[in-house]
């Protein structure tokens, strides 16, 4: 008990790799036979891999003997005699399996904030000493809350044997999660199995069946000695209406992020948008082959041709891209569901604690703020994680379903990078197609144009990074935003072409190495070259201040239509910011 009066709770921690370690010696431990299932406490699902042994059974079997030998401290000063402080404190239920608990905080562990060190209580407290001699205090004076204190997220870890918010401690902790206003989140990444079945069916299906009949289409053109022009224009034509297809679709999506019309956003995702990016997949597929096969008209310099053959990739990847995106949100926020349906809580007369003397303290503590712990609990199986604005935007009765999901990864790649990308290769395509026989400005400009859209793409997805520490609804309203400027950077310049004709539209970069066709020998007007060329930058200098800059450069920008808005949020964050209680 020396070590423990030494060492403050708030440092009782291990890494998180020291965590996941542990998992996987009980692993080896369960698969020996070494840890038997108990008559005391039975467990029904000790058997199954993704489950095994609970708690209470791993802490008789190996937490107790282990920690016994070493000297009767806790696991985690075992490991650390001068402790670790507390980043992320995990919230469970010793009914629960270990290896679903080490599932959900490897699914849920915040990313990209350089966190840790986490609070199992576990491998926190000295199980072989008197652990209630050392909860004789106020709850306040816990173990538990001197981690919390110090910690910046909370993982929830729900499970099907047992709500944790029928244990009082609990429901303790989300109440202090709650007054300091600390960020919580449950597991929202599916499984892998599933992940991996739906990409199958809505890109890898797709792409080889139109990758199947565009290689018989490309040896039919092999095969016939008459000119290709015919096959040419069909593949134009194919081409041209994906393209079209693709920015209807995004388009869509713009309306229902900045919530420009009340559109039902989950009917329309899981129907139309579903069948019209397979489709848009398998005709893309189907121009690959060919496309490589048909004659090329473009200058013999490399980009001139990297240009002209990625055109069909580009089209293919930007579908291919949203429908991942799509089918990864719809699990996510389908496991989020799922986890959020274990989280019942009946109120604080059903919640119960071991000890009657913790019971009382803590049914005394929170006993006149029990409705503040339903709307937590509300809050966080609705959204799937709870910070000080996602529940002042429940409270003012907006929706905000799934707007807690905090895996970027997907949306980085599906949103603000396709965008840019193609917006960086548009304006690298000026220095090729417009001379200086157009009164352009030299390939110097173009090129630093170039430059400067690289660069603030770059800065907008560290922007995303840094806004993950103030929680979940930041960083997917970085990332909204810089999509939605990105697709009008990319759309802006075809709209005013496509006002002026169809032979202003063709003169565009893209499009004139698309087309096997010979272009117009004209140059653009200079409301298009304008559009084209010098926007796209200034376009992209603003979205990368808008990244940075954070809630209060953001107003004008709202979330999807189930989220809170920008302005919402910001007159919330006025009144209180989500920030972590010093230790």
């Known amino acids: 008990m020396e070590i423990h009066l030494q060492i403050p709770a708030e440092r009782w921690c291990v890494t998180k790799w020291e965590f996941f370690r542990f998992i996987e010696e009980v692993r080896r431990l369960w698969k020996q036979g070494l840890l038997p299932n108990s008559a005391e406490l039975p467990n029904p699902k000790h058997h199954l891999h993704a489950y095994g042994p609970n708690l209470y059974q791993v802490n008789t079997h190996y937490v107790k003997p282990v920690t016994l030998a070493a000297g009767g401290m806790s696991y985690a000063l075992m490991k650390h005699p001068k402790g670790l402080i507390c980043h992320v404190f995990v919230s469970h239920a010793w009914s629960e399996g270990v290896f679903e608990l080490g599932n959900h905080v490897r699914s849920a562990w915040p990313r990209g904030l350089r966190l840790r060190n986490i609070y199992c209580c576990l491998l926190a407290n000295p199980q072989n000493l008197d652990i209630e001699s050392m909860l004789d205090c106020h709850p306040l004076e816990s173990p538990f809350a001197k981690a919390m204190q110090c910690a910046s997220h909370v993982v929830v870890s729900p499970n099907d044997t047992v709500s944790i918010y029928q244990r009082l401690w609990c429901v303790y902790e989300i109440f202090l999660a709650t ?11 599916p499984p892998a ?23 018989g289409w490309a040896i039919v053109i092999q ?11 069909v593949a134009d034509g194919i081409l041209c209406a994906c393209i079209a297809a693709v920015v209807f679709t995004c388009l869509i999506d713009v309306v229902i ?12 995702r899981s129907s139309m948008f579903r069948a019209v990016r397979s489709g848009l997949q398998v005709l893309s597929a189907l121009c690959i082959a060919p496309w490589f096969v048909l004659p090329c008209r473009s200058p013999p310099a490399v980009y001139d041709k990297l240009l002209h053959y990625g055109v069909p990739l580009a089209v293919w990847g930007a579908a291919a891209a949203a429908a991942v995106r799509d089918a990864v949100t719809e699990l996510e926020n389908a496991e989020i569901q799922r986890q959020a349906s274990f989280l019942s809580f009946e109120g604080l007369e059903f919640a119960r604690c071991s000890s009657t003397a913790d019971e009382s ?40 379903t799934g707007s807690g999901n905090n ?30 026989a157009c009164a352009c400005p030299s390939d110097v400009w173009i090129y630093t144009f170039a430059l400067i859209i690289f660069l603030s793409a770059g800065g907008m997805i560290c922007g995303a990074f840094f806004w993950m520490r103030k929680g979940p609804i930041w960083v997917n309203l970085v990332i909204h935003t810089c999509t939605i400027l990105g697709f009008f950077v990319d759309a802006m310049p075809y709209g005013v072409a496509g006002v002026q004709g169809w032979q202003e539209f063709h003169r565009l970069p893209v499009f004139l190495r698309m087309a096997h066709a010979e272009p117009p ?4 007007s200079f409301l298009t070259w304008w559009f084209a060329v010098p926007m796209r930058p200034c376009v992209a200098l603003l979205a990368l201040g808008l990244a940075w800059l954070g809630p209060a450069a953001m107003q004008m920008f709202l979330l999807r239509r189930r989220s809170p808005s920008m302005q919402d949020l910001t007159d919330l964050e006025s009144n209180g910011s989500s920030r972590s209680v010093p230790c």
């Open 179 to 189: 007054e300091w206003k600390k960020i919580c989140v449950i597991p929202a990444k």
């Open 193 to 215: 199995s599933r992940l991996c079945s739906m990409i199958k069916w809505t890109c890898l299906f797709p792409t080889i069946l139109g990758g199947m009949i565009g290689c």
């Open 223 to 233: 095969a016939m000695q008459q000119p290709h022009s015919v096959h040419a224009r």
């Open 257 to 268: 992020l900045t919530r420009a019309f009340w559109l039902e956003a989950s009917c329309i």
């Open 361 to 400: 303290r803590i049914r005394g503590a929170i006993a006149e703020r029990e409705e503040d712990v339903i709307m937590s609990i509300q809050v966080l199986k609705s959204a799937g994680a709870h910070n000080h604005a996602i529940r002042q935007a429940h409270t003012r009765g907006l929706d905000i």
């Open 407 to 436: 895996h970027t990864a997907v949306r980085l790649v599906s949103g603000i990078m396709p965008w840019w990308v193609i917006c960086l290769v548009e304006e690298m395509g000026a220095a090729h197609v417009w001379d200086v």
């Open 521 to 524: 020998a004209s140059c653009p």
